[in-house]
């Protein structure tokens, strides 16, 4: 459908949601007219802004409060045709007294209140693939372990990871970035030792992973990730004493995409404190760092660890909106 056509249809899929809610107190003089967004349709009814999802629902809720709090609303209606139970669940972690949200799930016509899904149960990953973790670290990557999956990653990027073949059930470790370069590395390279494959992999990786290293695509991948090795190396530059990688909030889907990750450490009083990094404006990023700390360790202290350009007001306005200790640093 075209864009100009499916923002209309959705301006008036919004208007009627609203006044099948609101019924007769419903004052067109009270409301704004509908505005496009990026994830959907939008207006404003007595300070209360009204957002309808049609786009990456399960990352709506960061950008539907920017918006809403750029023009002045006081609350917010979610109203989400999907992912409205993980929306709900960091809507919640929102204070009502500084700006109340309220997640509807939409079928058709159909506005029914969102339940807050539970986190994802913590998955471990099988014995067998855990005993490549050796392997891993003796070729020189980080072992990284993250909802059940065993990885190698250099300075961020992954570039090995433990499989098991749905055909024969045997074990393996399949080295390169992604699913596709694993494939086409397994194709190429199949005759080579899996250690001398995977070293060769990461001495050649290294070399772009650095700093002062010229632009690669190899350095333009997983920034987020990037950053969280440096801190880890480097947590002093936070102020704290120590920090490690845990697994994020909900798993990751794709290596390629830029995505938030997490690490959890304390500072010299050993207050716990939860590294939320970032790469790029990421106006989503608070409600992710809000969940992640409701899975990592609910009353840590949280900082959102952004590249020093990538800072912007509007993620420090989401962060004081948030309930608990959440703060935007920029790391240059």
Request: aromatic letters at 2%; one cysteine or more.
């Amino acid at each position: 459908m075209e864009a100009d056509r499916r923002a209309r249809l959705l301006g008036v899929a919004l208007r009627a949601l609203v006044v099948d809610r609101l019924g007769d107190g419903f004052d067109e003089s009270c409301a704004t007219g509908v505005t496009s967004m990026g994830r959907g349709a939008a207006l404003v009814h007595r300070q209360q802004a009204w957002v309808l999802v049609d786009d990456r629902h399960d990352t709506a809720l960061g950008p539907a409060v920017a918006w809403a709090t750029s023009v002045g609303a006081t609350s917010l209606q979610l109203l989400a045709p999907q992912a409205a139970g993980l929306l709900a669940r960091r809507a919640a972690c929102f204070s009502p007294e500084r700006f109340p949200i309220e997640v509807w799930q939409i079928e058709d016509r159909r506005q029914t209140p969102a339940v807050a899904e539970a986190l994802p149960a913590d998955v471990r990953p099988p014995p067998e693939h855990l005993e490549l973790t050796d392997l891993i670290a003796g070729a020189g990557a980080d072992v990284v372990v993250e909802h059940g999956v065993v990885a190698g990653e250099v300075a961020g990027l992954e570039v090995c990871r433990a499989v098991t073949d749905p055909q024969t059930g045997s074990v393996r470790l399949e080295v390169g970035v992604g699913v596709h370069d694993r494939e086409a590395f397994t194709l190429m390279h199949g005759d080579v030792p899996v250690a001398r494959a995977l070293a060769d992999v990461v001495a050649a990786v290294q070399r772009h992973r650095r700093r002062g290293a010229e632009p690669h695509p190899l350095n333009r991948l997983a920034r987020e990730r990037l950053l969280r090795h440096q801190l880890i190396e480097h947590p002093d530059s936070l102020g704290l004493r120590t920090l490690e990688s845990v697994a994020p909030p909900v798993p990751r889907r794709n290596v390629k995409d830029a995505v938030p990750c997490v690490a959890r450490g304390s500072d010299a009083e050993g207050t716990e404190v939860l590294v939320v990094c970032s790469h790029g404006i990421d106006l989503d990023v608070v409600p992710f760092a809000l969940d992640a700390r409701m899975a990592a360790q609910p009353t840590a202290t949280v900082i959102i660890a952004v590249e020093g350009r990538d800072a912007h007001p509007v993620q420090s306005r989401l962060a004081g909106l948030a309930t608990g200790d959440v703060r935007l640093l920029a790391v240059p």
